[in-house]
């Protein structure tokens, strides 16, 4: 039965009240129909406005915008010209706004000055160029926030602005046509549902790993992790827990897998896994990983490894790294090459197989020395990816490299990263999300 659709991700004012596109829910095919609905509708009726305000911007960062813009009309893409059009990327993917200048570290010198529209248009107009020469997803994900906060401000533009924001939004349309039908004409093999009898997973005889501390927080991930480890008998010496237990599924399904990969009880707490397999808990109120009163846990756990767990989205400081020799972490991407978040989505949209990357954190993003990687089998249609299946992969690998730690007595490094290799990707647009999860669907029903 149909039910209602909306897209809610283009109202409001944007620049004060932004957009997050964190764990954005699936609804199918209807969403991105409303996604175009509210596209149509926002450009469809023009208001007279006063028009006094000027589109002129003589800011360093629209000179900076200017620039990149006429290098991308000539299709000169050289290394300076990538490099600034990326730091501009990040910058607004970080903030959502684009501030009239920014210092020699890229932090905005005044936090006021991000109001200018002419701006955000021309800054659109840049990455609709860049993802037209260079079919790099990171870019079409800017164009779609950007053009978001566009047309919830399209009755604040100017005439000319507005006439702009029109075409974008066609050239807009066009790319996510065109990368629709790309994922239609090539489905991804591979992708079978997750059949009704699940193989059951005999639990190991446990061995408690001294030193090794989950730190853990009230999410999938987590439970996804503790789970794994205790049905492979692996026992963290301890366990901290960040943040309040939250509500759990209802429904238990205990022991399911799919391809050998154990799937997590979401039903199961952190706590109540704990408990049966007698494992220490650490409880920690905050959900930061920086705070004050995780420090203070980490402190009295003396690891000598922490598995990293956090809660999605955070940074580890550079004091908090300090508190244990190795930040052991399992990133859903195929590193170097997938930097960032979401990463998994947009293998998907490249019609990549997912991978896992096992890693020691450093002070940048995803840039440590790499432990472990693995590919994993297309999510099958019938999955939560984001619970389910990205938690299961992680965790997976896991298995493998403390299997590897104990048998070596260490976590020897598969390779060295250099950060200037790679792509880095953000958080992934609905709209994106929604075209690589229906890719695992043969007629992308809604």
Request: charged residues 20%; proline residues 4%; aromatic residues 8%.
């Amino acid at each position: 039965m149909s039910h209602t659709v909306s897209y809610d991700y283009a109202s409001g004012d944007l620049l004060e009240n932004r957009n997050t596109y964190f764990y954005t829910k699936l609804h199918g095919k209807a969403f991105l129909t409303a996604w175009q609905r509210q596209r149509e509708q926002a450009l469809a009726e023009k208001q007279a406005i006063d028009t006094a305000t000027s589109d002129l911007d003589s800011s360093p960062t629209m000179h900076m915008i200017e620039v990149l813009h006429q290098k991308l009309s000539e299709h000169h893409t050289g290394h300076q010209t990538i490099q600034t059009l990326n730091k501009l990327v990040q910058r607004f993917e970080v903030s959502k706004r684009l501030h009239s200048r920014y210092n020699f570290n890229w932090r905005p010198v005044d936090v006021t000055d991000y109001k200018n529209w002419t701006r955000y248009v021309r800054f659109a107009e840049v990455l609709n160029l860049a993802y037209a020469i260079t079919l790099s997803l990171p870019y079409l994900n800017a164009l779609l926030k950007i053009m978001d906060t566009l047309t919830a401000a399209y009755q604040q533009l100017s005439e000319s602005l507005s006439s702009r924001v029109q075409s974008l939004a066609l050239s807009e349309r066009g790319h996510v046509d065109a990368l629709c039908l790309k994922l239609e004409r090539q489905p991804v093999e591979g992708n079978a549902a997750i059949g009704q009898d699940a193989l059951i997973l005999a639990e190991h005889m446990p061995m408690r790993l001294k030193g090794v501390v989950l730190l853990a927080a009230q999410t999938a991930r987590s439970q996804a992790y503790i789970q794994a480890l205790v049905a492979n008998g692996l026992y963290p010496e301890k366990v901290i827990l960040l943040g309040e237990t939250p509500s759990l599924e209802q429904q238990s399904t205990p022991n399911n897998s799919w391809h050998g990969i154990l799937l997590p009880n979401l039903a199961e707490s952190i706590m109540q896994t704990c408990d049966r397999a007698n494992i220490e808990v650490s409880r920690c109120s905050s959900v930061d990983v920086n705070s004050e009163e995780c420090v203070s846990c980490i402190s009295d756990a003396e690891p000598s490894v922490i598995i990293y767990s956090g809660v999605g989205g955070q940074i580890v400081s550079e004091r908090t790294l300090a508190l244990a020799p190795k930040f052991l972490h399992m990133h859903s991407g195929w590193l170097p090459q997938y930097r960032g978040s979401t990463t998994l989505y947009y293998a998907l949209l490249k019609q990549e197989m997912p991978g896992v990357t096992a890693l020691f954190l450093d002070r940048m993003i995803d840039t440590g020395p790499v432990v472990a990687q693995k590919h994993y089998p297309i999510p099958p249609f019938n999955i939560d990816v984001d619970r389910m299946y990205d938690s299961a992969i992680r965790a997976d690998l896991l298995v493998e490299v403390l299997r590897a730690y104990i048998s070596a007595s260490d976590f020897p490094t598969l390779f060295e990263q250099h950060p200037e290799e790679g792509e880095t990707y953000y958080v992934i647009h609905p709209i994106l999300k929604h075209l690589a999860i229906l890719s695992l669907k043969k007629d992308h029903a809604s």
